[in-house]
């Protein structure tokens, strides 16, 4: 498991499930990296995410490969890659498309403020 500040790899629905539990149980902001291992633009955001989450260790930050949990991706209705979903108590407060890095990061600032 990793530790605070880092982000964390979903590898399985479990784990994916574990997390969403766990930012629930907590309130705590999770921020969802909707990934694919082929995709440029998510090589070049993921340093600026892990800053982030090493900056901000009271938000969850979560990665998930949507070739690797295909059933998440779909549940979720993602369609491009990079997508960032900003959670709280289950809901869906924000979204990021694409590798915008200020938006990316404006937008984590604001709901991690709140």
Not at 26 to 33: A, G, H, I, Q, Y
Request: charged share 30%; hydrophobic share 50%.
């Amino acid at each position: 498991m990793a530790e605070e500040g880092q982000v964390i790899s979903c590898h399985t629905v479990e784990s994916w499930e574990e997390q969403l539990t766990k930012a629930n149980e907590s309130k705590k902001l999770m921020v969802v990296d909707f990934t694919a291992s082929w995709c440029g633009p998510c090589r070049f955001i993921a340093p600026i995410l892990a800053e982030l989450a090493r900056r901000l260790p009271q938000v969850i930050f979560v990665k998930v490969d949507v070739d690797e949990l295909k059933d998440i991706a779909r549940d979720w209705a993602i369609e491009a890659m990079p997508t960032f979903m900003f959670l709280r108590d289950g809901k869906i407060i924000d979204k990021v498309v694409g590798a915008k890095k200020e938006e990316l990061q404006m937008a984590v600032a604001k709901h991690a403020a709140a």
